[in-house]
């Protein structure tokens, strides 16, 4: 169940970067955090590319896990985008860009610690719009059957998650983690480092991955005998006359931060992961044998449910309230005028979004010669008047709307779902896609009548003044 909750969204103050190495492409990488707007989320901007392209953090766009969650659309890549996703989340900030000058977000000590100090210096700012939010009302779970891992989410008060790795081996054996609640994030998990086996480094190293490897940015577990012929490689792979394993198994000096490190860690990534669904989640989180591919997996399966109770989401309106704006108020702004003029009162209206309705009788002058003996409103009129219901989300961000008019320029992914007749009152919810630029709003909208989902469409219009 979607709900929007008292909380407002929020945003970082200004801008902040960091510096560092890419793990896998060991390439030199600044990142920038930028504030953005309301429901704006979180979007990738990729600063060394033609026309400085936008990627969202989506799990419909996730292509590869291995070894980290890669996003790509269009050409345009983001590599291992999951510690800062984590530290986004773990701060609890809802709408910021992110820019990099490469593909892949610097390594840093191989945690969120150098993420979220960064953006505590940036500071956290509210926004006017309210947080919306996934509630889990049923369980929900994925399982991957070749690796045995599986996550579950169950109802909860808040956003928890635990979980459970079995490594296969005696230097780590089992460990498990939870984080209770999300305000601990900084504390208890943003300092847990990624981890690695020895046996995994060396076919990495044989791949040509990790090139921006360094033993102060990832845990190595000796997991097999240190042979003469791999020290000499590691020392070469990492610059350092010499190379020793530690009494609790870990190559060279790192000292662990926690005995269960790297359970931590698997937690760390299961929030950066669990972000490209697009939501706040409140549920449980069970995690048994987490990694990129069942994280992201899940992440999808998510993904999917919420946009599906997104559309079936039907506006809760009290249609004895005094609206926002009645006829007239809609006529001052709107040129239309009966009997092409399909919104009868606005409920609410906020810079994101608009309610608005329609009572749909048999004195319509469409009905005369659509179907006179069983009357249906022609879908392409539905799409008319949600149109014009987002041309009034648009012309309230002008002071004078009356000299303008709305042209729509494009119209997508439209869908009828269920007959509108006589005595249906439609009730449209449109909202902002994108914040509006130019005079030009993107918008998803939805029409409903009788408590179903009626129409979907995504619209793309453009304001110009009346000269």
Do not use: W
Not at 119 to 145: H, M, P, T, W
Not at 304 to 329: H, S
Not at 368 to 378: D, E, K, L
């Amino acid at each position: 169940m979607i709900i929007k909750s008292e909380a407002k969204q929020t945003t970082i103050t200004k801008k902040v970067s960091l510096t560092g190495v890419g793990l896998h492409t060991g390439k030199e990488v600044v990142i920038n955090f930028l504030p953005a707007e309301s429901n704006y989320g979180y979007k990738f901007r990729r600063l060394d590319l033609e026309g400085l392209p936008m990627i969202n953090a989506d799990a419909s766009l996730v292509t590869n896990t291995q070894r980290g969650t890669c996003l790509e659309n269009n050409g345009v890549t983001i590599q291992t985008c999951e510690h800062v996703l984590a530290a986004l989340v773990g701060l609890e900030i809802d709408n910021v860009i992110i820019e990099l000058s490469t593909s892949e977000p610097p390594i840093m000590d191989g945690s969120s610690k150098y993420f979220v100090e960064a953006l505590e210096l940036a500071g956290i700012k509210q926004l006017e719009a309210c947080r919306e939010v996934f509630v889990v009302k049923d369980v929900i779970s994925y399982v991957d059957d070749e690796s045995g891992s599986e996550i579950t989410i169950i109802p909860s008060n808040e956003y928890q998650i635990t979980t459970m790795v079995d490594f296969g081996t005696k230097i780590l054996g089992t460990q498990n983690a939870t984080l209770q609640h999300l305000s601990n994030f900084k504390n208890d998990i943003s300092d847990s480092r990624t981890f690695s086996f020895l046996h995994e480094l060396e076919s990495l190293l044989e791949q040509g991955l990790i090139k921006g490897g360094d033993l102060n940015n990832a845990i190595v577990y000796v997991d097999k005998p240190l042979s003469n012929e791999t020290m000499e490689r590691l020392k070469k792979a990492f610059n350092k006359e010499t190379i020793s394993v530690t009494s609790n198994g870990i190559l060279d000096n790192l000292t662990l931060h926690y005995p269960n490190e790297a359970a931590r860690h698997k937690l760390l990534d299961v929030i950066g992961d669990l972000s490209l669904a697009g939501m706040r989640i409140q549920g449980k989180v069970i995690a048994n044998k987490p990694g990129h591919y069942v994280n992201t997996q899940f992440a999808k399966k998510l993904s999917k449910i919420i946009k599906i109770e997104r559309r079936n989401n039907v506006p809760i309106v009290d249609l004895n309230q005094t609206p926002v704006m009645d006829v007239n108020a809609i006529m001052d702004m709107l040129p239309h005028r009966p009997p092409f003029l399909f919104v009868d009162k606005v409920y609410e209206l906020s810079p994101n979004h608009v309610i608005g309705c329609k009572n749909v009788t048999m004195n319509e002058t469409f009905f005369q010669g659509h179907f006179p003996g069983s009357p249906v409103m022609p879908g392409v009129l539905i799409i008319e008047a949600m149109a014009q219901t987002g041309g009034i989300l648009v012309l309230n961000t002008v002071s004078d709307p009356e000299n303008y008019l709305t042209f729509f320029m494009k119209m997508d992914k439209v869908k009828f779902k269920q007959k509108v007749v006589p005595g249906d009152t439609l009730i449209f919810n449109c909202s902002l896609i994108t914040p509006i630029r130019r005079g030009i709003c993107h918008m998803q909208g939805y029409a409903y009548a009788n408590g179903k989902l009626c129409a979907e469409a995504e619209l793309m219009a453009q304001i110009s003044k009346v000269k």
